[in-house]
T-cell receptor, first 116, second 114 residues
Framework: AQKITQTQPGMFVQEKEAVTLDCTYD???????LFWYKQPSSGEMIFLIY??????QNATEGRYSLNFQKARKSANLVISASQLGDSAMYFC?????????????FGAGTRLAVHP | DAGITQSPRYKITETGRQVTLMCHQT?????MFWYRQDLGHGLRLIYY???????DKGEVPDGYVVSRSKTENFPLTLESATRSQTSVYFC?????????????FGQGTRLTVV
């Protein structure tokens, strides 16, 4: 079963506008972490933001914020004031706390294009 | 140089050959991961390791073998390469297995099986 679902294969946004990239997840663990990574065309994976399942507030990092809705099991990434350099693939990922060793599982990604 | 490095960056191999992708990290991170990235599938976990001599299967382990005799190295071997294993392979490491610990990625290895 898919643990991380990103339903938007591609999105586009006008420069300087905000955009939301969707991510839903599936877990029965009460303790888990959610991550967003950016992959520009050069190929490297860049960590953007983290949200813990017990965090009371939504995470923010500069222009990135995470709209965390625990009951809906969604962790959408919001990019404010989009810039041309934000054009990239974006991946949502999750780590679950469990007995033994835990993994880091990714979704299929969303390709974002920022238009001038 | 500090960080996580993969080698080679590009590799072309023939069907049926054995090929090993190397991954080395200088942080002494306990966890290491191997992913493959294919269009439409995102990053899929092949194998991961919680420490030296501790490895476990991920989502797509068939056709791959890993070992981790030293903390800093986590090689991935394709025992008999197939065309379906043409992909971009990423190695990653994280300081621990805690849910709040992000992973750091290597630059990737583009493997083509002909």
């Amino acid at each position: 079963a898919q643990k991380i679902t990103q339903t938007q294969p591609g999105m586009f946004v006008q420069e300087k506008e905000a955009v939301t990239l969707d991510c839903t997840y599936d877990t029965s663990d009460p303790s888990y972490g959610l991550f967003w990574y950016k992959q520009p065309s050069s190929g490297e994976m860049i960590f953007l933001i983290y949200q813990g399942s017990y965090d009371q507030q939504n995470a923010t990092e500069g222009r990135y914020s995470l709209n965390f809705q625990k009951a809906r099991k969604s962790a959408n990434l919001v990019i404010s004031a989009s810039q041309l350099g934000d054009s990239a693939m974006y991946f949502c990922a999750m780590r679950e706390a469990r007995m033994g060793y835990n993994k880091l599982i990714f979704g299929a990604g969303t390709r974002l294009a920022v238009h001038p | 140089d500090a960080g996580i490095t993969q080698s080679p960056r590009y590799k072309i191999t023939e069907t049926g050959r054995q090929v090993t992708l190397m991954c080395h990290q200088t942080w002494s991170h306990s966890y290491m991961f191997w992913y493959r990235q294919d269009l439409g599938h995102g990053l899929r976990l092949i194998y991961y390791s919680a420490a030296a001599d501790i490895t476990d299967k991920g989502e797509v382990p068939d056709g791959y073998v890993v070992s981790r005799s030293k903390t800093e190295n986590f090689p991935l071997t394709l025992e008999s390469a197939t065309r379906s294993q043409t992909s971009v392979y990423f190695c990653a490491s994280s300081e621990s297995g805690s849910v709040n610990t992000e992973a750091f990625f290597g630059q990737g290895t583009r493997l083509t099986v002909v």
